[in-house]
């Protein structure tokens, strides 16, 4: 009869056993590190989505503030559309003095299919926030 063990090192059952128990060990800790990735992603995109939602929010509040502004006293109506999807007011954009009611116009517009705000200030609505 050969012994299981020689004087060389370990025996065969014995490296089998121990790489079960190896494979079952890095199993787990795959397992934890790739749902603490997942968790930090979604943190991550939460983080993201509020600060643009701020950067957004805090320049629509200051084109609000300067809807209207009519250097020259022409009396222009500074809102053109308010709904709660939409937005549309008029300010000088070129700062020239003078309020062009057809070309300065400022609209917000909110489409909550999408969840995506958009400003359009003659170039075509580009999107400020999305998702």
Do not use: H
Not at 31 to 45: D, E, H, K, P, Y
Not at 56 to 69: I, W
């Amino acid at each position: 009869m050969r012994p299981w063990r020689s004087a060389a090192g370990v025996s065969l059952p014995e490296l089998l056993i121990s790489l079960a128990v190896l494979g079952l060990a890095l199993a787990c800790t795959f397992g934890a590190l790739r749902g603490a990735i997942g968790t930090f992603g979604w943190g991550v995109g939460r983080v993201e989505a509020q600060q643009a939602a701020r950067v957004a929010l805090d320049r629509m509040t200051a084109e609000l503030r300067e809807a209207g502004y009519d250097p020259k006293g022409v009396g222009i109506s500074p809102m053109v559309v308010a709904e709660p999807a939409r937005v549309t007011f008029q300010r000088d954009l070129n700062g020239n003095g003078v309020v062009d009611p057809t070309r300065e116009r400022v609209t917000f517009l909110l489409r909550s299919g999408e969840a995506t705000l958009r400003r359009d200030a003659g170039g075509g609505a580009q999107p400020m926030i999305d998702g």
